[in-house]
T-cell receptor, first 117, second 111 residues
Framework: GAVVSQHPSWVICKSGTSVKIECRSL??????MFWYRQFPKQSLMLMAT?????????EQGVEKDKFLINHASLTLSTLTVTSAHPEDSSFYIC?????????????FGPGTRLTVT | KQEVTQIPAALSVPEGENLVLNCSFT??????LQWFRQDPGKGLTSLLL?????REQTSGRLNASLDKSSGRSTLYIAASQPGDSATYLC??????????FGTGTRLTVIP
């Protein structure tokens, strides 16, 4: 149980284009979903937190107009990287939590490797 | 702001050895602490979750301890195997949403 999937697993796009990454909780309802970014040999950095049906909360330094997050249902959140640039190339990992209480465990997706050429 | 540090950054051991990975955090007001495993180019696999009221958790050959007052956690791996080779991350939850990750320890178990 508690499986989180991401699609696509990897994507290559040209500079200036937009790319959408999906995150799905397969066997539970995720009240809260998180998006992380991980650069090579670095740890995960939280980008934003989204609750179903409401606007995402972005961490300091993350451009909300560039990284559009939609959490339209209890099992799906999407991250759209708009007007992508080579510096956006990274490993993007989503995470989902079943409840709203802070003690619930977070379950992580397998990640999406984005390369912007 | 919570800072999480993991030592060592990299560790190489022969197969069969017992080993300890360390994690320290600056703010002891945490809800829980979690240890993850990450294989190259892959997502995270949760290994152990310790609530702030607990002292340790065990799963198979893995044992994680938590000393909240001193801001430390250790992950003990018994009888290491080549399949244990991966990066191990610890993360602390300081509030409802914030999960702070350490920089990881890259473990190599030599056959």
């Amino acid at each position: 149980g508690a499986v989180v999937s991401q699609h696509p697993s990897w994507v290559i796009c040209k500079s200036g284009t937009s790319v959408k990454i999906e995150c799905r909780s397969l066997d539970f309802q995720a009240t809260t979903m998180f998006w992380y970014r991980q650069f090579p040999k670095q740890s995960l950095m939280l980008m934003a937190t989204s609750n179903e049906g409401s606007k995402a909360t972005y961490e300091q330094g993350v451009e909300k107009d560039k990284f559009l997050i939609n959490h339209a249902s209890l099992t799906l959140s999407t991250l759209t990287v708009t007007s992508a640039h080579p510096e956006d190339s990274s490993f993007y990992i989503c995470s989902a939590r079943p409840g709203t209480v802070g003690l619930d465990e977070q379950y992580f997706g397998p990640g999406t490797r984005l390369t912007v050429t | 702001k919570q800072e999480v540090t993991q030592i060592p950054a990299a560790l190489s051991v022969p197969e069969g050895e017992n080993l300890v990975l360390n994690c320290s955090f600056t703010d002891s007001a945490i809800y829980n602490l979690q240890w993850f495993r990450q294989d190259p180019g892959k997502g995270l696999t949760s290994l152990l979750l310790i609530q702030s009221s607990q002292r340790e958790q065990t799963s198979g050959r893995l044992n994680a301890s938590l000393d909240k007052s001193s801001g430390r956690s250790t992950l003990y791996i018994a009888a290491s195997q080549p399949g244990d080779s991966a990066t191990y991350l610890c993360a602390v939850r300081g509030g409802a949403n914030n999960l702070f990750f350490g920089t990881g320890t890259r473990l190599t178990v030599i056959p």
